[in-house]
């Protein structure tokens, strides 16, 4: 079964620094996707930067970008310039495919990160 | 765009009753999955409606069942309420992308406490 894991319960940045939240995961198929989900105190998940594994080049949203080594099983997010507004809980999230192609969204969730931002 | 509408945002029922959560997915969209999320915990997933069918379904009694109408909306049933259901339900939507890639879109959530 697929699993997702992040050891970070808690990690905390200094306004205008750079942090990166770690996952790692667990599964046996070749193609996937994953995910970063931020959750701000509102409840409403939040998509952040998405990276199908078939494509070697990482993703990268503006000052979000991802870390995805295919072979460890590991897709580390990186914040650049770290705002107020990133304050939240940080979910990684791994996204198995159709047998005939596509996303499931049966979305397979780690435990979170609960980012701090300190002014 | 109103995106995923789920309500009511809040509930509170006793132990033994039998609760309805509603969700309205994103315009255009036709899958809807549901979730739960336990205080301090990722969301699990708990099924997905498609074309008005179960098309895949997490670990979760059969208390929880669902149904999605024509317009695609989607309903949560949970029969029985045990103290453990005490959670967030969340519901997103589903848009097909390019290349057969799908985004899910989320809403807001319905918490429910179960006393």
């Known amino acids: 079964a697929q699993t997702v894991t992040q050891s970070q319960p808690e990690m905390s940045v200094q306004e205008a620094e750079t942090v990166t939240l770690s996952c790692t995961y667990d599964?046996?198929?070749?193609?996937?996707?994953l995910f970063w989900y931020k959750q701000p105190p509102s409840r409403q998940m939040i998509l952040v930067i998405r990276?199908?594994?078939?494509?070697?080049q990482n993703a990268t949203e503006n000052r979000f970008s991802v870390n995805f080594q295919k072979a460890a099983k590991s897709f580390s997010l990186k914040i650049s310039d770290s705002q107020l507004g990133d304050a939240a809980m940080y979910f990684c999230?791994?996204?198995?495919?159709?047998?005939?192609?596509?996303?499931?969204?049966?979305?397979?969730f780690g435990t979170g990160t609960l980012l701090a931002v300190q002014p | 765009d109103a995106g995923v509408t789920q309500s009511p945002t809040h509930l509170i029922k006793t132990r033994g009753q039998q609760v309805t959560l509603r969700c309205s997915p994103k315009?255009?969209?036709?899958?809807v999955s549901w979730y739960q999320q336990a205080l301090g915990q990722g969301p699990q997933f708990i099924f997905q409606?498609?074309?008005?069918?179960?098309?895949q379904r997490g670990n979760f009694p059969d208390r929880f069942s669902g149904h999605q109408f024509p317009n695609y909306s989607s309903e949560l049933n949970v029969n029985a309420l045990l103290l453990g259901d005490s959670a967030l339900y969340l519901c997103?939507?589903?848009?097909?992308?390019?290349?057969?890639?799908?985004?899910?879109?989320f809403g807001q959530g319905t918490r429910l406490t179960v006393v």
């Open positions: 409606y498609y074309e008005e069918e179960e098309r």
């Open positions: 990276q199908e594994a078939y494509k070697q």
């Open positions: 599964t046996s198929e070749s193609d996937y996707y």
């Open positions: 999230a791994y996204n198995p495919l159709l047998v005939y192609g596509g996303a499931t969204n049966k979305l397979i």
């Open positions: 997103a939507s589903s848009l097909d992308l390019e290349g057969g890639g799908t985004e899910a879109f």
């Open positions: 315009s255009g969209h036709d899958t």
